[in-house]
């Protein structure tokens, strides 16, 4: 692990979840996309995967919203877990690499995978959305958004503190084409600017998809 890129994106984020959950928790700009995938839920009680949850924005949506859902936060930081426990006291939280999740028990109503996307390479990329459509029930419905943008401007960055994060970019496109072929459908498609406080301007990608039945 120590060779491997996402873990330095991963430490830097360990060292600043503070900072990002007093930035972006209040964030209300993607409520309608939240919104939009808890009226997907079933009723009665559901399971939902909150992966890169981050300091768990969107487990602190669908808990308001849905009492009997059983949230489980996964990240790889163990700070933003943190942060995630300090907000949402109670909410079930793992530790673990969003490209193997073979320790999480399949049969989930729902996930949302918020940015996480953007912090892998191509090929890590689709094994976590192969990782997911493992975990979703069939109809099962995933909430996805990234960072889209050009692809060659992908690569380490540094952020504004100077610490060094991989970040990449992709065309809506192509991360359709993933989804379709890890077995999911996609709903709708949205993109919309980045929040006003992100540190640069960019264009996030918002995807709704269930999870397809396959044989």
Same mark, same amino acid.
């Given at each position: 692990?120590?060779?491997?890129?996402?873990?330095? +994106?991963?430490?830097?984020?360990?060292?600043?979840?503070?900072?990002?959950?007093?930035?972006?928790?209040?964030?209300?700009?993607?409520?309608?996309?939240?919104?939009?995938?808890?009226?997907?839920?079933? +009723?009665?009680?559901?399971?939902?995967?909150?992966?890169?949850?981050?300091?768990?924005?969107?487990?602190?949506?669908?808990?308001?919203?849905?009492?009997?859902?059983?949230?489980?936060?996964?990240?790889?930081?163990?700070?933003?877990?943190?942060? *995630?426990?300090?907000?949402?006291?109670?909410?079930?939280?793992?530790?673990?690499?969003?490209?193997?999740?073979? /320790?999480?028990?399949?049969?989930?109503?729902?996930?949302?995978?918020?940015?996480?996307?953007?912090?892998?390479?191509?090929?890590?990329?689709?094994?976590?959305?192969?990782?997911?459509?493992?975990?979703?029930?069939?109809?099962?419905?995933?909430?996805? +958004?990234?960072?889209?943008?050009?692809?060659?401007?992908?690569?380490?960055?540094?952020?504004?503190?100077?610490?060094?994060?991989?970040?990449?970019?992709?065309?809506?496109?192509?991360?359709?084409?993933?989804?379709?072929?890890?077995?999911?459908?996609? #709903?709708?498609?949205?993109?919309? *600017?980045?929040?006003?406080?992100? +540190?640069?301007? /960019?264009?996030?990608? #918002?995807?709704?998809?269930?999870?397809?039945?396959?044989?």
């Amino acid at each position: 692990m120590s060779e491997d890129y996402n873990a330095e +994106s991963v430490a830097c984020f360990d060292k600043y979840a503070q900072r990002y959950a007093e930035n972006f928790f209040e964030l209300r700009d993607y409520d309608r996309f939240y919104q939009a995938l808890i009226e997907r839920l079933p +009723s009665g009680p559901v399971r939902m995967l909150d992966l890169a949850c981050g300091p768990g924005n969107v487990a602190a949506f669908v808990r308001q919203a849905r009492v009997d859902a059983h949230i489980l936060c996964v990240d790889g930081s163990a700070a933003m877990l943190d942060a *995630a426990q300090q907000r949402l006291p109670g909410i079930a939280t793992q530790l673990a690499d969003c490209r193997d999740l073979s /320790t999480i028990s399949p049969g989930f109503d729902a996930a949302a995978f918020c940015f996480g996307l953007s912090y892998f390479n191509d090929e890590d990329a689709r094994q976590v959305l192969a990782e997911l459509a493992r975990l979703l029930r069939v109809d099962g419905s995933l909430l996805l +958004s990234t960072i889209s943008g050009d692809p060659a401007d992908s690569g380490p960055q540094l952020s504004s503190s100077g610490d060094r994060v991989h970040m990449f970019y992709r065309q809506p496109e192509t991360i359709s084409a993933w989804l379709n072929e890890t077995g999911f459908a996609v #709903l709708c498609r949205d993109r919309i *600017a980045s929040p006003a406080n992100a +540190s640069q301007e /960019t264009v996030d990608l #918002l995807i709704l998809a269930c999870r397809l039945e396959t044989s």
